[in-house]
Each structure stands twice: as structure tokens, then as C-alpha cells.
């Protein structure tokens, strides 16, 4: 993965994404591992580099990559960027 520096990841502070992008729930008591799925869903849609780092540093590379293919829709930037960061056709 050329796209993402992983030393970036600081484990104490890429724990949780930013509020905004899940705005419905109650972050303190959000379980983000039974919903991995909408918080990858969120950060592809609508996130920034440190979300990014998060949730590559809860799921991993390879975590972050099975989730992006369970998405229903992605507007054609989105489509894009995951196919060149992720490898996916």
C-alpha cells in the first residue's frame, strides 16, 4: 500500500472517527467492530486522512478491503479511489 504512510497511525489517538460522520449515535457507547461496516462505509463517502488512519488501524488493510466490496453504491470518485488504493476492479 503506496497510497497511505501506516507510521501515521498513532494507536491512542486513531481510535475513533470523527463525530460528524456518525452523527446518529452515541460515540462513547458506539460499538465500532458489530458496525464496521457503516463506519467503513462513512469514512469511504466522507472521510478525511485521519479516518482513513482509523479505520485502517481498527480493521486493517485487508479488513477495510472486504468491507469497501460489500458496498452497494459509491459515486464514481469514491468507485475510483478505492480501486486504485484497495486494488479493487
Known amino acids: 500500500m503506496n497510497y497511505f504512510d501506516l507510521s501515521d497511525i498513532d494507536p491512542e489517538k486513531h481510535t475513533k472517527v470523527k463525530n460528524h460522520l456518525l452523527w446518529e449515535v452515541d460515540q462513547d457507547s458506539f460499538d465500532y467492530f458489530r458496525t464496521s461496516q457503516i463506519v467503513v462505509e462513512r469514512v469511504v463517502q466522507r472521510g478525511d486522512i485521519d479516518d482513513w488512519l482509523t479505520i485502517l488501524n481498527l480493521y486493517g488493510y485487508e479488513g477495510v478491503r472486504e468491507k469497501i466490496k460489500l458496498i452497494l453504491y459509491l459515486n ?10 484497495f486494488e479493487i476492479p
Do not use: K
Open 76 to 85: 464514481g470518485i469514491d468507485m475510483n479511489f478505492v480501486h486504485v488504493i
